[in-house]
């Protein structure tokens, strides 16, 4: 069992949906990531996450360190937030280093 | 400020030979770490350094080493190719090796045939 799972992991919507990404691992973090990948591969960090919830634009990340479990939720989803999204945790059995989740293709049509 | 550049983007070698890209981190970031992304592993952990030492080495072989120089550009330097190591190279930069937020470099493709 991978420590970061995500699902799903292919996503299809219309512009306009509220999407969700969903984040679980199985070791004790530090922080929590999410990273965007758009065709080409540059990454962009698009949160960093210890505890509760952060907001940029249209895009919200939660994280739930109980139940060991994040998400990120984009409102009003646009053509342009098609890209793979990645979840990336630090700390656990890999010390100070990322673990990355498989990542989630999103797919959002006109 | 100007973002992580990694050089070259492009890259095809054949089997059996050696390869080094290098990775300019932000100016004033001491910590370069380099992924390697596959379409079946995902994205792994290669190695982090800072201030020229080696701090963390993920489970790749000998033949994938690294080094950082005193202005923290860092290379990586890949031996003996195998097809298996075509992949995207990317590189990210932090502050220390304490420091929560990465920054991401373009990556280098790199094909091997």
């Known amino acids: 069992k991978n420590e970061v799972e995500q699902s799903p992991q292919n996503l299809t919507a219309q512009e306009g949906e509220f999407i969700t990404i969903n984040c679980s691992y199985s070791v004790g973090i530090s922080a929590l990531h999410w990273l965007q990948q758009h065709p080409g591969g540059g990454i962009v960090s698009l949160f960093m996450l210890s505890s509760g919830k952060k907001k940029h634009g249209r895009l919200i990340a939660t994280i739930n360190i109980q139940e060991k479990h994040s998400s990120l939720h984009i409102t009003a989803s646009h053509p342009r937030d098609s890209a793979v999204y990645i979840c990336?945790?630090?700390?656990?059995?890999?010390?100070?280093?990322?673990?990355f989740g498989e990542g989630t293709q999103l797919t959002v049509n006109p | 400020k100007a973002g992580v550049t990694q050089t070259p983007r492009y890259l095809i070698k054949t089997r059996g030979q050696q390869v080094t890209l290098s990775c300019s981190p932000i100016?004033?970031?001491?910590?370069v770490s380099w992924y390697q992304q596959t379409p079946g592993q995902g994205l792994q952990f290669l190695f982090e350094y800072f201030s020229e030492t080696q701090r963390n080495k993920g489970n790749f072989p000998g033949r994938f080493s690294g080094r950082q120089f005193s202005n923290s550009r860092s290379e990586m330097n890949v031996s003996t190719l195998e097809l298996g190591d075509s992949a995207l190279y990317l590189c990210a930069s932090r502050l220390t090796s304490n420091a929560y937020e990465q920054y991401f470099g373009p990556g280098t493709r790199l094909t091997v045939t």
């Open positions: 100016s004033g970031h001491r910590s």
């Open positions: 990336a945790v630090k700390g656990g059995t890999s010390g100070s280093r990322l673990t």
